[in-house]
C-alpha cells in the first residue's frame, strides 16, 4: 500500500491554464506538506496543513492555493500557470511534534508550455 | 534561520569501497534532528538515516552511519561497501526541535555516482 500518493505523476500544460494536484496518506500523520523542487534540485517548503489548519505559509504567489479538507488529504491548485512553475512538486506528511522524518510522496512534474 | 550546507555538488565512488557526504548546518537552538534523504533517479525521497541532536551516538543503519559533531554543527555521512543502486542525490535535512517550527530544511544536495 502506497502511503503517500499523489496524482497525477506527470502533468504538461499550457502557460495560462489552471491545474490541480492531490495528494492523500494512509500514516495517520497529522501534518502535511507541499515541497518545490526546481531544475537545480533544490527543495523548499511552500506550505504545510496541521489538522487541516494552515501552520506554513512561505513566500509563494497567491496563484498557488492549498487544499485540506482533511488531515489525510491536501490538494494543491495553480491557477494561470506559468513557464517558471515547472518544477516536481512532492507532498509528505508527519507528525507534527515528534521530531521524525517527513514521509514524501512519489512527486508530481509539472511541465509549462 | 536556520541553513544546510553541503559542500560537494558531487562525489563518486568505486563500488565495495567507502565514501563520506559533507554536510553542515547553522542553528542557534540546542535541540534538533538531522537526516539524510536519497533520491534516486526514480523521484522518490527516501530517509536514509535520522538523528537527535541530544543523542551523542551516531547513528547507523546497515551500510550507512554517520559523524555527528554537535559543537562543530556538522553531519557527514559514511556509505561503506558502496553498491551500484547507493547512486542517488542526497540531500542533508534539519529539522527544530521546537514546538511549531516542523518545517525541514534541505541542503542542496549531493550527486553520488557508484563506478563499478
Known amino acids: 500500500d502506497t502511503a503517500v500518493s499523489q496524482t497525477p505523476k506527470y502533468l504538461v500544460t499550457q502557460m495560462g491554464n489552471d491545474k490541480s494536484i492531490k495528494c492523500e496518506q494512509n500514516?495517520?500523520?497529522?501534518?502535511m506538506y507541499w515541497y518545490k523542487q526546481d531544475s537545480k534540485k533544490f527543495l523548499k517548503i511552500m506550505f504545510s496543513?496541521?489538522?487541516?489548519?494552515?501552520?506554513i505559509n512561505e513566500t509563494v504567489p497567491n496563484r498557488f492555493s492549498p487544499k485540506s479538507p482533511d488531515k489525510a488529504h491536501l490538494n494543491l491548485h495553480i491557477n494561470s500557470l506559468e513557464l517558471g512553475d515547472s518544477a516536481v512538486y512532492f507532498c509528505?506528511?508527519?507528525?507534527?511534534?515528534?521530531?521524525?522524518?517527513?514521509?514524501f510522496g512519489s512527486g508530481t512534474r509539472l511541465t509549462v508550455v | 534561520a536556520q541553513t544546510v550546507t553541503q559542500s560537494q555538488p558531487e562525489m563518486s565512488v568505486q563500488e565495495a569501497e567507502t565514501v563520506t557526504l559533507s554536510c553542515t548546518y547553522d542553528?542557534?537552538?540546542?535541540?534538533?534532528?538531522l537526516f539524510w534523504y536519497k533520491q534516486p533517479p526514480s523521484r522518490q525521497m527516501i530517509l536514509v538515516i535520522r538523528?537527535?541532536?541530544?543523542?551523542?551516538q551516531n547513528a547507523t543503519e546497515n551500510r550507512f552511519s554517520v559523524n555527528f559533531q554537535k559543537a562543530a554543527k556538522s553531519f557527514s555521512l559514511k556509505i561503506s561497501d558502496s553498491q551500484l543502486g547507493d547512486a542517488a542525490m542526497y540531500f542533508c535535512?534539519?529539522?527544530?526541535?521546537?514546538?511549531?517550527?516542523?518545517?525541514?530544511?534541505f541542503g542542496k544536495g549531493t550527486k553520488l555516482t557508484v563506478n563499478p
Open positions: 542553528t542557534s537552538e540546542s535541540d534538533y534532528y
Open positions: 500514516l495517520g500523520h497529522d501534518t
Open positions: 509528505a506528511s508527519s507528525f507534527r511534534d515528534r521530531g521524525y522524518g517527513y514521509t
Open positions: 496543513y496541521n489538522n487541516k489548519e494552515l501552520i
Open positions: 535535512a534539519y529539522r527544530s526541535a521546537r514546538g511549531g517550527s516542523e518545517k525541514l530544511v
Open positions: 538523528q537527535e541532536a541530544y543523542k551523542q
